[in-house]
């Protein structure tokens, strides 16, 4: 997949060069006489536990409904096309890639970002767990990781299957490996994966604990 | 859409519609609602006992955070395409027809070996349909005037040949509604993805493989064609061992020279599901 992330990059530089000369240039018969306004629809979402009502283009994305309207910038824009995670975001209880979704496809759902789960005066488990184990160099992906972490740990609870599951019907374990393999859509350049495994498996381990496993 | 490849006019948001269940057919098999995510497609208590395959296949692609979203409709029409696609500076057959194919003669180190035409050389991406097509599994769908069709997925995904922009034989505006499953095989269920790296990346060769007790069984091959890749008289040999399989399923194979080595490397992944097999 690498080369794929790398020629599309190439393709969206190629690409906006290439607009930048149609427009400098337009094509008689590519030009419309007059672009058609945007479509805006009506959507209200629970955010972080508070309803909001928003009045959006239809091709906005709920990263981009999160980030530029709501101004709830903690959720990141890595790539936009599905491939770092960044934009992790925990909808309905599921995590998803928020740069993937349009927001009119989530009229009603709840959803819950990085500023919904805990506060510099009061930090979720993981985000402090993240803290103490160094998770994090430049921070860019962190939102997303904790996120994700947040919701893998949920998974593995309720026995969501994994690739590295060697037997489908037993329930699946807080190991290593398991969260390693489930934390596979969240990319890091800084490399600070061994260090968010190690949060991860303190707060595993801290759950696994109060469930009296 | 991001990277204006596609621009549809309109989108018809089909989320709402209740197609979200797995339910037993009458003859013994599943029916699997066209909007049922990978994640709840592969946990299925159903699909994990009688359909291993499948479950291995989709959580051997893609994200969790993917999977979550993705549909089992949705995940069946990712389209055939290969990193030209996406680049309008390049020739591609498939993003433009006509234009040519940057591939051939290009970097095609992940591109098909088998089923491919002068026009393109790209594979399919998926997972979840190769075990389908192991599986024997047949999309149900819809037409826009009401009508309704049943499509066995061997012939669900097409080969490129002198249209390579089509990737399927869906109709405009033919919405797929299920997938069912026949009856379950027994046999021990695996799936070998072989991929650059450990987790989260696109097949460079996968084998979606059922595997009876007496050794014969069945195996179908993704990233090496424009669908997924099974040869049901390839599979007759099966107990004869890999090499004697991939020679049937790979014989009218024209690799280029940077793909050369999925053929070997196929045959060892059938080697290891079978190994696998005999040791469950
Ligand atoms: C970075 C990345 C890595 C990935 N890696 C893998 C991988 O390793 N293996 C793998 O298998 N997949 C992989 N995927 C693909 C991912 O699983 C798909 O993007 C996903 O399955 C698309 O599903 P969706 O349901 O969101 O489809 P959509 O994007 O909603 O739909 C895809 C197409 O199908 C059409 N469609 C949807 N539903 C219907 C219906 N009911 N009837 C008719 N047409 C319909 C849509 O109009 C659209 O044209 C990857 C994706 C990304 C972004
Ligand atoms: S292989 Fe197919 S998708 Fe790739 S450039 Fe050629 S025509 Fe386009
Ligand atoms: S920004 Fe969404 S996955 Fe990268
Ligand atoms: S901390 Fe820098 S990208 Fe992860």
Sequence with gaps: MMSEIEMSRRGVLAGSAAAAALAAAPPAEAQPAKAPAPAIMPVSLTINGKRRDLNLDTRTTLLDALREHLKLTGTKKGCDHGQCGACTVIVNGERINSCLSLAVQHQGDEVKTIEGLGTPDKLHPMQAAFVRHDGYQCGYCTPGQICSAVAVLDEIKRGVPSHVQADLSARPQPTDIEMRERMSGNICRCGAYSNIAEAMAEVAGATVKEMGA | MKLEIETPRHLV????????????????????????????????????????????????????????KATTAGNLLQRTRCPYFYDPNMPCNKRKPGSGCAAIGGYSRQLAVIGSSDQCIATYPGDMAVAMRVLDAMVE???????????????????????????????????????????????????????????????????????????????????????????EAADAVMTQGAAAVTARAFANARPTENNAFKIPLATRALAATIAEGKSA
Aim: glycine content about 10%; charged content about 25%.
């Design chain 2, 13 to 68: 948001d089909v989320q709402d519609l209740k197609l979200d269940r797995i339910e037993p057919t009458t003859d013994g098999g599943l029916r699997i609602g066209a909007l049922v995510t990978n994640t709840a497609l592969a946990a299925d208590t159903r699909v994990r006992r009688d359909y291993g395959v499948l479950t291995r296949a989709i959580v051997a692609g893609a994200s969790g955070q993917l999977r979550n």
């Design chain 2, 141 to 231: 769908t819809v037409k826009a005037d009401g009508t309704s069709r049943a499509i066995p997925i061997a012939d669900f995904h097409r080969l490129p040949g002198e249209k390579p922009h089509l990737d399927n034989n869906l109709e405009a505006g033919e919405l797929i509604t299920a997938v069912t499953l026949p009856r379950p095989l027994g046999g021990t269920h695996h799936y070998e993805k072989v991929r650059d790296r450990a987790s989260y990346a696109f097949a460079l060769v996968s084998v979606a493989a059922v595997i009876q007790k007496d050794g014969s069984g069945r195996a179908a091959f993704g990233g090496v064609a424009h669908k997924p890749w099974r040869v």
